[in-house]
Antibody
Framework: QLQLQESGPGLVKPSETLSLTCTVS??????????WVWIRQPPGKGLEWVGS???????YHNPSLESRLTMSVDTAKNQLSLKLTSVTAADTAVYYC?????????????WGQGTLVTVSS | DIQMTQSPSSVSASVGDTVTITCRAS??????LVWYQQIPGKAPKLLIY???TLQSGVPSRFSGSGSGTDFTLTISGLQPEDFATYYC?????????FGPGTRVNIK
């Protein structure tokens, strides 16, 4: 059974960099069948796709975040990483990692439990 | 970007009722439409993909239909565990986009 677990600081200061890791167990991040995904959800609000990463290093980013966003897959550690620079209060959200198929089947079938990141001084 | 809208934003219903939620895409997405259920404090759960295909393990009281720009999610015979927020997502192209959600409340 695939499991995903997010980890990282729960509090980040404005203008600093938000860094999260997602550890995947029960399946390889090196699979060519899947993209590894970050989704976020501000408190009380809806879901926002952050970006999707392929094991080869190819990424799709949300255009609204692209200038601040770095995502990668570490197949040796079976982890995903997310870095978002110059954060503001608007980046406060629960961040989820998830998976979708490659080849046009972009639905998210496995999710982590999510981790709340608060941006505040 | 493809914009997704949902209606209603919330609905109150009783156990045993049938509830229908509508999702509309700003441009045609064939049948690349996905539905998720989110219980407060939990991660979203995949219910339906390609507009009408039930994810493994999802009860048959959930059904989806539609193609192009207009889609529906129907819950027939609401159960207590179905009171949640439901989101649609277009799975046609990047950037992936979600609807704003429909909250199903207990009447």
């Amino acid at each position: 059974q695939l499991q995903l677990q997010e980890s990282g600081p729960g509090l980040v200061k404005p203008s600093e960099t938000l860094s999260l890791t997602c550890t995947v167990s029960g399946g390889p991040t090196s699979s060519s069948y899947y993209y590894w995904v970050w989704i976020r959800q501000p408190p009380g609000k809806g879901l926002e796709w952050v970006g999707s990463s392929y094991y080869s290093g190819y990424n799709y980013h949300n255009p609204s975040l692209e200038s601040r966003l770095t995502m990668s897959v570490d197949t040796a550690k079976n982890q995903l990483s997310l870095k978002l620079t110059s954060v503001t209060a608007a980046d406060t959200a629960v961040y989820y990692c998830a998976r979708h198929y490659s080849s046009g089947r972009y639905w998210l079938d496995y999710w982590g439990q999510g981790t709340l990141v608060t941006v505040s001084s | 970007d493809i914009q997704m809208t949902q209606s209603p934003s919330s609905v109150s219903a009783s156990v045993g009722d049938t509830v229908t939620i509508t999702c509309r895409a700003s441009q045609g997405i064939n049948n690349w439409l996905v539905w998720y259920q989110q219980i407060p404090g939990k991660a979203p759960k995949l219910l339906i993909y390609t507009a009408s295909t039930l994810q493994s393990g999802v009860p048959s009281r959930f059904s989806g239909s539609g193609s192009g720009t207009d889609f529906t999610l129907t819950i027939s015979g609401l159960q207590p565990e179905d009171f949640a927020t439901y989101y649609c997502q277009q799975a046609n192209t990047f950037p992936l986009t979600f609807g704003p959600g429909t909250r199903v409340n207990i009447k």
